[in-house]
């Protein structure tokens, strides 16, 4: 039997399993696939491709239940992508690391939920202040950016924090059922996951960057700036990006200062190597849940993978628990 949960029930999903809006990768392949297997695929604004945008929401038509998400600054330097979003009929926005309140009402006036995504207390005191209805704990163990707290920390922190007023939804390190288990023991009302749909059929990531996170171990990732830098992009503090390590990050790694002196020479070789599919210098982001990850599969695959394990553990710990006399 499905796991019913409020997340399920406001989302109006079978199974409580949200894929993470995962800038480029998170095309509409991936959205539709994950929605249509009883999860809520999230498209991928990222920094704000209106062109991208406008392509990749064109095809979701017809699709429903789905969201879209965005970092939140890109939408302060382009009003319009929201509203390019919301012509699209989402189910929800997913906002992560700004301001929500901007940008909350014209969410609620189109009629879609407003999801958050948080990493610490007063970040989420910030989104419910701005009309959240569903925060996003995220852990240090995820993929690409985020900050210092571990999911088994941050999860029971928001469930206290939100006291039943919106579901909690755990993500950072999650792969398989176990994860998802956990987490709903913790008092989350479900998961959002990157990593292991990237690892996917219909991720629009580049093949080589699936079989790497295939390959790797949980060993293999790293949190810094390096990544980051090397885009000339520099987020601000407490936020960093964990990526697979590779001779890039390597070569970089404790030479920050420097990488910023050059920051220039070093934006056009990373420029040049990610055209080139040149995966020992591009970055390819992912959470610390690779060594979980075996396989390439359909997302609906892994979407039904999960949602069954977890049920399994879940149903099995309430058998074995005996009544109180």
């Not at 409580?16 to 695929?41: K, Y």
Request: hydrophobic share 45%; with cysteine.
């Amino acid at each position: 039997m499905p796991i019913a949960t409020p997340l399920t029930e406001m989302l109006g999903i079978r199974h409580p399993i949200l894929s993470a809006p995962m800038d480029t990768i998170a095309g509409s392949r991936l959205t539709r696939a994950v929605s249509e297997a009883g999860g809520f695929g999230i498209l991928g604004g990222g920094y704000g491709d209106r062109a991208r945008l406008q392509t990749e929401a064109a095809g979701l038509k017809g699709l429903e239940p789905f969201g879209i998400g965005f970092i939140t600054w890109s939408l302060a330097k382009q009003a319009e992508l929201l509203d390019i979003a919301l012509d699209a009929s989402p189910r929800a926005i997913m906002l992560s690391f700004g301001d929500p309140a901007p940008f909350a009402p014209r969410v609620k006036a189109a009629g879609a939920r407003l999801i958050c995504q948080v990493q610490s207390e007063d970040m989420a005191k910030q989104a419910l202040d701005a009309g959240a209805e569903i925060l996003i704990a995220q852990g240090t163990e995820a993929g690409g950016h985020g900050a210092s707290r571990t999911t088994v920390d941050i999860v029971p922190a928001m469930v206290d924090l939100a006291a039943g007023r919106v579901p909690v939804v755990a993500a950072g390190g999650i792969a398989d059922g176990r994860g998802l288990a956990a987490m709903m023991m913790l008092g989350a009302s479900g998961v959002l996951i990157g990593t292991r749909f990237y690892a996917s059929v219909e991720a629009n990531g580049a093949q080589e960057a699936k079989e790497r996170i295939r390959m790797a171990s949980s060993n293999d990732t790293v949190r810094g700036v390096v990544a980051d830098w090397s885009r000339s992009l520099f987020w601000p503090a407490p936020f960093t990006a964990r990526t697979l390590v590779n001779e890039h990050i390597r070569r970089w790694t404790g030479r920050e200062i420097e990488l910023m002196q050059r920051a220039g020479e070093v934006a056009k070789e990373y420029a040049a190597a990610k055209a080139a599919g040149n995966f020992e210098v591009a970055a390819v982001f992912a959470g610390e849940a690779v060594g979980l990850i075996h396989d390439i599969p359909p997302a609906a695959e892994i979407v039904e993978r999960i949602a069954t394990e977890a049920e399994q553990l879940l149903t099995g710990r309430r058998n074995s628990i005996a009544p109180l006399a």
